[in-house]
């Protein structure tokens, strides 16, 4: 038997809330993901693909606060993107756990949505901003290595200019 259920339509507010949120996520999931293959090309070799393989899937199911723990612990990054990973975790936190309940009462307000609207792009903005330091400072680390890194920083280059 079907049962009938009922849904309030999303007003333009919601809907525009609703994008937000998707590339909030979208862009804390990219960064998760740049970490997590940043710990892993720091810990091994291009030789130990298989090893590399196998960290990778266990990296990519640790927390992003457990992530960066290891990064620290670890020293996998310099300094200052461990601070700024460290002080982004809280706002990925709310992000991921509470901007949603966080004020309800508050949440048909037009400023509380502007509020809103404008921490969630700054969340976005950072995650973009983090995840490319962590692509800049892996072309680094390679270079170092001796590996010629000139066709990603084109791929890279391209995929931004276009």
Same mark, same amino acid.
């Given at each position: 038997?079907?049962? $009938?259920?009922?849904?309030?339509?999303?007003?333009?507010?919601?809907?525009? =809330?609703? @994008?937000?949120?998707?590339?909030?996520?979208?862009?804390?999931?990219? =960064?998760?993901?740049?970490? *997590? %293959?940043?710990?892993?090309?720091?810990?091994?070799?291009?030789?130990?693909?298989?090893?590399?393989? #196998?960290?990778?899937?266990?990296?990519? !199911?640790?927390?992003?606060?457990?992530?960066? $723990?290891?990064? +620290?612990?670890? &020293? /996998?990054?310099?300094?200052?993107?461990?601070?700024?990973?460290?002080?982004?975790?809280?706002? #990925? $936190?709310?992000? +991921?756990?509470?901007?949603? @309940?966080?004020?309800?009462?508050?949440?048909? *307000?037009?400023?509380?949505? *502007?509020? /809103? !609207?404008?921490?969630?792009? @700054?969340?976005? /903005?950072?995650? %973009?901003?983090?995840?490319?330091? +962590?692509?800049?400072?892996?072309?680094?680390?390679?270079?170092?290595?001796?590996?010629?890194?000139?066709?990603?920083? *084109?791929?890279?280059?391209?995929?931004?200019? &276009?």
């Amino acid at each position: 038997m079907a049962q $009938n259920h009922r849904f309030k339509k999303a007003s333009q507010k919601e809907i525009s =809330l609703y @994008t937000l949120l998707g590339e909030s996520l979208c862009a804390v999931q990219i =960064l998760e993901d740049a970490l *997590s %293959h940043s710990i892993v090309i720091k810990k091994t070799e291009p030789e130990q693909k298989k090893e590399a393989e #196998r960290l990778l899937k266990k990296h990519q !199911f640790y927390t992003f606060g457990k992530a960066i $723990n290891i990064a +620290i612990k670890e &020293s /996998l990054l310099p300094k200052p993107l461990e601070i700024e990973l460290s002080k982004f975790l809280d706002e #990925r $936190n709310w992000l +991921i756990h509470d901007s949603i @309940t966080d004020n309800k009462e508050k949440v048909r *307000s037009d400023d509380y949505f *502007s509020k /809103l !609207f404008e921490r969630i792009k @700054t969340i976005t /903005l950072k995650a %973009h901003k983090l995840q490319i330091s +962590i692509e800049q400072h892996l072309i680094e680390y390679a270079e170092k290595k001796g590996r010629d890194m000139s066709m990603v920083k *084109s791929a890279i280059n391209r995929y931004y200019d &276009s």
